[in-house]
């Protein structure tokens, strides 16, 4: 697993492309992706895009915070609370596709 280029990162208009950059001003940043074209679904690509690195942030947040609940509940309840778990394990399955761990 490599670690990602830290964010944030931000969107950088061309001509006729949406560059994805790590830093500002333009001139020193280091480009993660560059997304062609300039119509409104390639704009919300690189928009997408440019969220990564806080989205897993949030998702890895998220995460903790539902597996705490569930941790919770399953005591209350006696065994494993069994609504809670796909959801873990989608958050889970996510974070590793992330990651490049699956």
Do not use: C
């Not at 020193?28 to 690195?53: G, Q």
């Not at 897993?56 to 609370?81: D, P, Q, T």
């Amino acid at each position: 697993m490599s670690e990602h280029t830290p964010g944030p990162w931000f969107i950088y208009k061309d001509e006729h492309e949406f560059v994805i950059l790590q830093n500002r001003p333009v001139k020193n940043a280091t480009a993660i992706a560059i997304v062609y074209s300039d119509d409104k679904p390639d704009e919300a690509n690189a928009r997408l895009i440019a969220a990564a690195p806080e989205l897993l942030e949030a998702l890895k947040k998220a995460r903790e915070y539902v597996a705490k609940v569930n941790g919770s509940i399953a005591g209350a309840i006696g065994h494993e609370n069994t609504i809670v778990k796909p959801d873990l394990d989608l958050i889970d399955a996510t974070i590793s596709k992330a990651e490049g761990r699956s």
